[in-house]
């Protein structure tokens, strides 16, 4: 049976052959007795579009570019105008950039968490000293660096100062011994680092693109001083913080989780901090039977490979989900900062939304709504790279919670994010 219109627009936007979601389809009515689902999204994506682009002054019958530029400058005076709140901060001054991370921290739950204890950490930061950050500093053992030095700093410094073979197998070697004693409530910590890390970073911030990451095991985001000099900088570094706060509860959780198995804990622990995914291909159902089965992808293999395998199949992402919420919290930036609250709601509920329109020559281009994909863009546009995955992650979300529902998915993804994968 051929497939109706809307499947197959939404196909086209997830690059998914049509047969395969239609299949989805079927196996998902059956199993929840609901239908129209792909319809109710189509017309509901339409209608967004449509308010979207009032409110931009375009009209509905305009090209990839003009709604793609749109969208941009909407960014870019959008980060001017939280610049400008947040006092033009110097963000290579740390006091400065620290109003950044408190806003984050406001937009953001700081939830308690489950992490590594503080003395274990030490513990393996004197089992394996690191030897570049020693050098860096001028220190002859950890013994002595830990007397003048903030822990969660140098566990930070690790990310950009140590080379990662030696992180990966070495050091990081030392988390299959950890046990669920290593670790214990406390607060997460968000904090910008001293500039005497700025010299040693630069490397760190050229492969990554950012200066802002994170140590999930030990619930700390950390930011290094400097500013990129690119349009959309404060939004970019709002955003990831925002996102980054909700991801490390969310693995908090599964810590917390991985308890119940303390023979598989470490293993589990490890898995989760890799962001493992399932490696090869579903074996062939039996014949006549038929169910849907879906992947737990919890990063964005696109940006790795746009052609990974699994990005044709049926999946759900939790990496979304914390976009989506930090999202919602820069839509909230508005009830602190009160000038703002007219001009970020225009981002509200955007992070599934996306559509084709016709280029200069008449072929149809995939213009994402997403706001971190229009960041995204917005800071790669010197290379004229152009985000759309944020957006597709987004909407495989969007189709599960529609047969589901929001908590359902939550509850699979939490259940079976070890495995990589669930059946329906």
Known sequence: MEPNEDLQKIAKILRVDHHILDRFRGDMEKTTGKSGVFSKIIRENYFIISDRLDKLGLGRNVSALEVYDALIGKVESDDFRIFEALGSPNLTIPEEMQRVVDLAAKISNRYLGFFLKKDVAVQLLKKEPPKRILLA???????????????????????????????????????????????????????????????????????????????????????????????????????????????????????????????????????LLRGDVVEKRFPEMPDGTSRARLLIVQRYLAKDDSNDWRLFEPRINPEAIHWQKAEEGIVRAGDYIPALKDHLRFWEGLDWVGDYFKDEVGHDVLVSFNLVDTIMSLVKEKEMTKYLYHHQEALWNKIFIGYFGKEKMMKLIKDNIIRGWFEI
């Open 137 to 271: 500093l001028g220190y002859r053992n950890v013994e002595e660096m830990l007397k003048k030095e903030d822990l969660l700093e140098v566990f930070s410094a690790l990310r950009f100062l140590e080379d990662p073979e030696w992180l990966n197998k070495v050091f990081f070697r030392q988390y299959e011994n950890l046990k669920p004693s290593d670790f214990e409530k406390r607060e997460m910590v968000a904090r910008v680092l001293d500039s005497k890390w700025l010299r040693a970073s630069e490397g760190f911030i050229k492969k990554k693109h950012h200066n802002v990451s994170h140590l999930k095991e030990l619930g700390v985001i950390f930011v290094l001083p400097v500013s990129l000099g690119i349009s959309g900088e404060t939004l970019r570094l709002l955003s990831l913080l925002s996102h980054y706060f909700n991801e490390i509860h969310f693995y908090s959780e599964l810590f917390e989780r991985a308890v119940k198995k303390e023979e598989d804990f470490a293993k589990n622990i490890i898995s």
